[in-house]
């Protein structure tokens, strides 16, 4: 009698840690479930650079080649997950010289660190349209954070039954901090090209149709 208490006893004991562990994880799945995946539309897509020239004028890049996604939990994007990847050896500033400068080794180095990469910390709403995009960014082999202001222009629908929704962001970088080390001064003692680069995304995102 005493020995049948005892299984019985451990057998309820066994039942409800299979049921709270059975809880949590239809919890995890059901917020899996929860979030709306959406992908970068890449050809109503810009990611964009900007440096100082000369102390006097700016040269603007761009990158050709990129993919993102967009993971999001709430109708207004609200703690999303969010991430982007841009080919290096794809970058373009209408000067070939210039750009195969830039894939060398005294900037990108593309062919050793053929990617650029970001992934979000958190994604955060300010006020009305303003968010506040923060995570770590990846060049060559060195990762740092950043922090993008960003501007959620809503939500759309095409003539073809596709759901759009448009945002731009807008960040800087020291390029010294990711080894991007070429530094030529002018006669005067400026640098050749500036230190700060401003990096900004304009971002038409594509929502993933239920399979």
Same mark, same amino acid.
């Given at each position: 009698?005493?020995?049948?208490?005892?299984?019985?006893?451990?057998?309820?004991?066994?039942?409800?840690?299979?049921?709270?562990?059975?809880? +949590?994880?239809?919890?995890?799945?059901?917020? *899996?479930?929860?979030?709306?995946?959406? $992908? !970068?539309?890449?050809?109503?897509?810009?990611?964009?650079?900007? =440096?100082?020239? %000369? %102390?006097?004028?700016?040269?603007?890049? $761009?990158?050709? =080649? @990129?993919?993102?996604?967009?993971?999001?939990?709430? #109708?207004?994007?609200?703690?999303?997950?969010?991430? !982007?990847?841009?080919?290096?050896?794809?970058?373009?500033?209408?000067?070939?010289?210039?750009?195969?400068? %830039?894939?060398?080794?005294?900037?990108?180095?593309? #062919?050793? @660190?053929?990617?650029?990469?970001?992934?979000? *910390?958190?994604?955060?709403?300010?006020? /009305?349209?303003?968010?506040?995009? +923060?995570?770590?960014?990846?060049?060559?082999?060195?990762?740092?954070?950043?922090?993008?202001?960003? &501007?959620?222009?809503?939500?759309?629908?095409?003539?073809?039954?596709?759901?759009?929704?448009?945002?731009?962001?807008?960040? #800087?970088?020291?390029? @010294?901090?990711?080894?991007?080390?070429?530094?030529?001064?002018? #006669?005067?003692?400026?640098?050749? &090209? /500036?230190?700060?680069?401003?990096?900004?995304?304009? &971002?038409?995102?594509?929502?993933?149709?239920?399979?």
């Amino acid at each position: 009698m005493y020995i049948d208490k005892i299984i019985n006893l451990k057998l309820k004991k066994m039942t409800k840690t299979l049921a709270t562990a059975g809880a +949590a994880i239809l919890a995890t799945a059901s917020t *899996t479930d929860a979030q709306t995946k959406w $992908n !970068f539309d890449a050809s109503h897509t810009k990611v964009e650079f900007t =440096v100082q020239h %000369l %102390l006097i004028s700016e040269v603007t890049g $761009n990158f050709k =080649v @990129f993919e993102g996604s967009v993971f999001s939990p709430s #109708e207004d994007f609200t703690n999303s997950d969010i991430q !982007f990847s841009v080919d290096i050896a794809s970058i373009n500033t209408d000067n070939s010289d210039r750009d195969n400068h %830039l894939k060398s080794d005294d900037f990108f180095n593309a #062919e050793k @660190f053929p990617k650029m990469t970001f992934k979000s *910390t958190s994604f955060k709403k300010v006020d /009305g349209k303003n968010y506040k995009l +923060a995570g770590n960014l990846t060049i060559r082999d060195i990762t740092k954070p950043i922090t993008f202001d960003v &501007v959620y222009n809503g939500i759309a629908n095409d003539p073809w039954g596709n759901t759009k929704a448009g945002f731009k962001l807008k960040g #800087e970088i020291s390029r @010294f901090d990711y080894n991007l080390k070429w530094n030529a001064l002018t #006669e005067i003692g400026g640098a050749v &090209v /500036g230190e700060i680069v401003e990096i900004t995304a304009k &971002v038409e995102l594509d929502k993933e149709k239920a399979k």
